[in-house]
Each structure stands twice: as C-alpha cells, then as structure tokens.
C-alpha cells in the first residue's frame, strides 16, 4: 500500500494524521507543501479543501478524518472504543 500525505508546516490537523500513522504503524510517505507550492498543489488536487490530503494508492482519501475512515473500513486501525 503506498501512501501520500501532504501536510503543512505548523497544521494541527496534519500533526494529528502523523501521529495516527505513527500510532498505527503505518508507513507513509509526507510531502511538505510550502507557500510557494499551493498553486502547484491546487492545480494537481483540485476537490482538496485543505491539508492535509491523502492519497493512498492513487485513491484520493481526503483529509484527516476521511483517512482515519478509510483505514477503520480496511481493518488497518480499530474504531475508537466508547
């Protein structure tokens, strides 16, 4: 399974997806976007919203919550306990 996580510098959100991933167990590729590449980022990923933004095997998951989603539905990571 290849993993692409594109996050930026001082996002809670994408710090909250490393650590789900690091928590996990689940080996990722992350890629920084830096100001000077949004455009670029926006051109590529035109429906993402924001960041960070996952792509898993060429899947576009979406962000922090749609990806925990996606691993709950694979049986990569346990729903949380109520």
Do not use: W
Not at 1 to 15: L, P
Not at 24 to 51: L, V
């Amino acid at each position: 399974m290849k993993i692409v996580a594109y996050t930026t510098q001082g996002c809670f959100y994408c710090d909250q997806l490393k650590e789900l991933f690091r928590r996990a167990n689940i080996e990722y590729e992350s890629i920084m976007i830096s100001d000077g590449a949004r455009e670029s980022f926006n051109k590529q990923f035109p429906r993402a919203t924001g960041y960070p933004y996952v792509v898993i095997d060429n899947k576009h998951v979406g962000g922090l919550v749609e990806t925990a989603k996606f691993l709950i539905d694979n049986g990569l990571i346990s729903p949380p306990q109520k």
